[in-house]
């Protein structure tokens, strides 16, 4: 039997993190009843989006453009670099307005249980990044979380010996406020803020 149009709208929306079938089903519902006022900007909104959101060549982040607006941006210091795993946490650091270095994203953590390895995380990239010589200091702000802080060690031990000028490039991680087992994206904005405040090194 053919889905219909709604079932279907449905299905798509209970896809999404944080809706399961019921709360998509009340989604859908709204949607369709603001037609005007909600849906059909939502939809531009998304058709747009898919056509000019790209993941940036540098970073791993995205943006509207390759560099990202980050990596663009004269002000921010180059010689620093945030590490995170997804997007998410880039925006959640961003949040606190308390980073004014450069950001990588590795795209997850490493996961043997999931077959995740380290050629399926943005960890090369990140190592001829910081052997290009610019980059002073590297941020390991990995979740605090088994496979969190085992890629953040694997990470350490890649740039462990880079050298910048003749002096080693400083490794740390994200310090006090970020509990074992929390995920950046779901951490109030002074808890990170605090946390990049006080990196020590690893």
């Keep these: 039997m053919a889905v219909s149009d709604i079932d279907r709208l449905v299905q798509m929306l209970a896809k999404l993190p944080g809706l399961g079938p019921r709360s998509a089903r009340r989604a859908a519902l709204f949607l369709l009843t603001r037609k005007e006022q909600v849906l059909s900007p939502l939809a531009d ?27 663009a941006n004269p002000l921010r210091d180059g010689g620093l670099i945030c590490v995170v795993e997804q997007v998410a946490d880039l925006w959640a ?20 249980l999931d077959g995740v390895g380290p050629d399926d995380l943005a960890i090369s990239d990140l190592v001829e990044r910081v052997k290009s010589g610019t980059v002073n200091e590297v941020v390991l702000a990995t979740s ?10 694997y990470i350490a031990d890649r740039l462990t010996g880079i050298q910048v000028a003749g002096a080693a490039v400083e490794i740390t991680a994200l310090a006090r406020g970020i509990p074992v087992g929390g995920e950046l994206d779901y951490l109030d904005d002074g808890t990170l803020a605090s946390a990049l405040k006080d990196r020590r090194a690893v």
């Design 93 to 112: 650091i961003e949040r606190t307005s308390s980073f004014r270095g450069r950001y990588h994203v590795l795209g997850g953590v490493l996961s043997p």
């Design 144 to 153: 605090a979380t088994v496979d969190g802080r085992t890629t953040a060690h």
């Design 45 to 71: 909104a998304l058709a747009r989006a898919a056509q000019t959101v790209r993941m940036c060549s540098t970073c791993h982040n995205l943006d509207t453009t390759d560099p990202c607006a980050v990596c």
